[in-house]
């Protein structure tokens, strides 16, 4: 018998608070799931409608969103949890998988738990699940609907891109999520002329930063960067209390919530991020004394900030020659590329699907006028601590304003900064491919 098609539906007869809902809760496994996708699932009783389960992805290797609702039904319902699933709907914000991985496949749970109706926010687009979840269980009778991607993206942009975004950029352009943030003072100079910015943001948002290296696969920054500020991309400051006047309702705000949650329920994902440093060239004007201590300082660095590995353009012998000698001398992490772009490609397999890019002005502008970042976030301050210095360039501004904006927040109480987030064109159509 030919399967039944799946039905793809705008919002007429699905419930999408509770989409909402399990957006939320996939926010709180960002930094959790990864390199899986950040899920979140919740099971409503037909009749009734009242939430009976709900769950997000665990660590790599445990339950998905699936399974960890699936459980809590279960747990919540121990003598007739089988009747409570057979009359239930599971909303999951990605096609459940369907293959044997690390843990067996979600779409067969669903089937031996009679579960009867799902409601799915994403097909999930890798060569494993693309849509076979989908026909396994419309084949076995169960009721499937998927949103239609306009109208996911145009009510879940946001959602999408924090607990989807990375997985989708690897599977789709197998390259991780980029994120870029800058700080500009309230004239728009990233950087002074001359030397370094020192600090441009406030604390709050210096807090922010912290939490989002933390939560990221990596945190790159950039030659110049390290030239002036010996950068040490730590999180020393990601528990602090901080204050955001958020839009009301914001994701963001869920994500700050999800994100205290899993400090205390998830603390054995504390250092598994990556500190990437791109290197200066060997021809710099930098005291090469300088640059070795600083090098062995990110050798030394408390383990739960992330290993750090350091990257170096090996086009001309010098810097070759010296960073070889230096990372041996040292026995460090390094590599020796032929360009960024061939760096990043080697980051899926290393299991770092999302990077946080820390930039001056020349790295921005490189990066935001080639579209490379898929995500764009712009502190800017509440005043000038320096009246003369570098703006990002004309082309790279024009990249940003064909970004879409998504949220403006305000940061710190004393001399706000305003956050500005934006998302590129290109993650829009990878997600909507
Ligand atoms: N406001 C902020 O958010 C912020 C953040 C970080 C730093 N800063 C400030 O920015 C200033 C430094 O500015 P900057 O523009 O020189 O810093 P940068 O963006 O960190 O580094 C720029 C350098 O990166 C290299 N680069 C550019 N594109 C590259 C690519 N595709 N692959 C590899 N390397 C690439 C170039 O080096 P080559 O010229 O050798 O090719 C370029 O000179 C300092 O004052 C620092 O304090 C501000």
Redesign the pocket.
């Known amino acids: 018998m030919k399967p039944k098609p799946v039905e793809f539906t705008k919002n007429s007869d699905i419930d999408i608070s509770i989409f909402r809902r399990a957006f939320v809760l996939a926010g709180s496994s960002i930094g959790v799931s990864s390199p899986n996708p950040s899920v979140g699932a919740i099971i409503i009783d037909r009749k009734s409608g009242e939430i009976i389960g709900e769950g997000a992805t665990r660590e790599p290797g445990r339950e998905h969103a699936e399974i960890v609702a699936i459980d809590s039904v279960k747990k919540r319902f121990p003598d007739d949890f089988a009747d409570q699933l057979a009359d239930s709907v599971l909303y999951v914000t990605l096609e459940p998988c369907a293959h044997f991985g690390r843990t067996p496949p979600c779409s067969l749970a669903i089937l031996q738990n009679n579960i009867p109706e799902i409601n799915i926010a994403l097909k999930d687009p890798s060569e494993k699940v693309n849509g076979r979840s989908i026909d396994a269980l419309i084949n076995a009778g169960r009721k499937v609907k998927v949103l239609e991607k306009g109208f996911l993206m145009e009510h879940f942009a946001e959602e999408v891109a924090f607990t989807l975004g990375p997985f989708l950029c690897a599977e789709s352009m197998q390259r991780p999520m980029i994120l870029l943030?800058?700080?500009?003072t309230a004239s728009g100079f990233?950087?002074?002329a001359l030397?370094?910015?020192?600090h441009?943001?406030n604390g709050d948002s210096r807090a922010l930063v912290h939490r989002m290296r933390r939560l990221s696969g990596a945190t790159l920054?950039?030659?110049?960067?390290?030239?002036?500020?010996w950068?040490e991309l730590n999180f020393r400051d990601h528990l602090r209390d901080i204050r955001i006047r958020w839009a009301a309702g914001s994701f963001f705000q869920s994500l700050q919530d999800g994100y205290l949650r899993n400090q205390r329920f998830f603390p054995s994902v504390q250092g598994q991020t990556t500190r990437l440093f791109?290197l200066?060239?060997a021809d710099?004007s930098w005291d090469r004394d300088s640059m070795e201590n600083w090098i062995l300082r990110q050798k030394n660095m408390p383990e739960e900030y992330g290993r750090p590995l350091f990257i170096y353009?090996g086009e001309d012998p010098s810097t070759d020659n010296y960073y070889k000698e230096v990372m041996s001398r040292h026995s460090l992490d390094y590599i020796r590329t032929e360009?960024?772009?061939e760096f990043l490609r080697t980051l899926p397999q290393a299991g770092i699907t999302s990077l946080l890019m820390?930039?001056?002005?020349?790295?921005?502008?490189?990066?935001m006028k080639n579209n490379m970042a898929d995500m764009a976030m712009v502190?800017t301050s509440g005043g000038d601590p320096f009246s003369q210095g570098?703006a990002i360039s004309p082309s790279a501004a024009k990249s940003l304003g064909a970004m879409i904006p998504l949220s403006g927040y305000s940061v710190g109480e004393i001399n706000p900064d305003t956050l500005h987030v934006y998302l590129s064109r290109s993650f829009l159509q990878v997600a909507d491919s």
């Open positions: 943030k800058w700080a500009q990233v950087a002074p030397g370094s910015s020192g441009i943001s920054t950039f030659p110049g960067s390290v030239r002036f500020d950068p791109l200066p060239r710099s353009r360009s960024l772009e820390e930039a001056g002005p020349r790295g921005v502008s490189y990066l502190f570098v």
